[in-house]
């Protein structure tokens, strides 16, 4: 079988993001601090955008959540 991924939709690497650099979203540090209290870790005041992403992704790993 063969993947048909459409390349519009491939996953881009925090780093390459256009709005990388901009304060993380709400729905970010909602869910940082869900798996942060899970970690029982502590997650830094002022992440960007492409900084909650990897943590995010860090925590999943950690917790187990991730996919």
Same mark, same amino acid.
């Given at each position: 079988m063969?993947?048909?991924t459409n390349a519009g939709?491939?996953?881009k690497d925090p780093? *390459?993001?256009t709005t990388g650099d901009q304060p993380a979203t709400g729905?970010?540090?909602s869910y940082l601090? /869900?798996?942060a209290t899970e970690a029982h870790e502590d997650v830094? *005041?002022?992440l960007t955008k492409a900084d909650a992403s990897r943590k995010i992704d860090e925590l999943q790993?950690? /917790?187990g959540?991730?996919?």
């Open positions: 063969t993947d048909q939709n491939a996953i780093q *390459d993001w729905a970010q540090e601090h /869900t798996l830094p *005041d002022g790993e950690k /917790t959540r991730g996919a």
